[in-house]
């Protein structure tokens, strides 16, 4: 099946929050995402209003990337929020350098080993590469240390481990490892 690939927009605040609980009952949300479906399915329809509008082209600082079927369902996701030296931390170590990090990563089961991914991540990538002064020096995410298919991944589409670690939060016990791709 062919997909587009797009920002969403803001009136999909829905489609945004369907994805998301979607997202949250895969059978390994609990390394995936720092959420959880109870808490994200009480959240009220504003909360995810004001998601959408902020992840849309007309917001400032994040980008919700998602994969449309030509029915217009919605096969997954990338989430890619802007981090500056002088931003405040949302995760993980505080930015040294100008950067895009990405969350949010879901692709349906059904649509998994297609390529998909890849596309969607080219799409953050790209659009982070294109974000005007000051320029964008790196991308980086985050992966659970038990999460060994998602590292997979990121490693074979070129990000490297950096050696940083953070604490789960919730579960000091677990750790999340950084990984970075460098503006080639």
Aim: no cysteine; aromatic share 10%.
């Amino acid at each position: 099946m062919d997909y587009s690939i797009r920002t969403i927009r803001a009136d999909e605040w829905e489609k945004t929050r369907e994805i998301r609980l979607a997202a949250l009952r895969d059978p390994v949300a609990h390394i995936a995402f720092l959420d959880t479906h109870e808490a994200a399915s009480e959240r009220p329809d504003s909360f995810w209003q004001e998601r959408a509008e902020g992840a849309s082209e007309s917001g400032t600082g994040v980008r919700q990337f998602v994969a449309e079927a030509p029915d217009g369902s919605w096969a997954g996701t990338i989430s890619v929020l802007v981090e500056r030296p002088s931003d405040e931390v949302r995760f993980g170590e505080a930015a040294t350098v100008d950067q895009t990090h990405i969350v949010g990563v879901y692709v349906r089961p059904e649509a998994r080993g297609t390529g998909l991914t890849e596309e969607l991540f080219r799409a953050g990538v790209e659009w982070s590469w294109s974000l005007p002064e000051p320029r964008v020096e790196r991308v980086r995410l985050y992966v659970h240390e038990d999460n060994a298919r998602a590292a997979a991944f990121y490693r074979r589409f070129g990000f490297v481990a950096t050696g940083e670690r953070v604490a789960v939060p919730g579960d000091e016990s677990a750790q999340e490892l950084e990984y970075e791709l460098r503006r080639p």
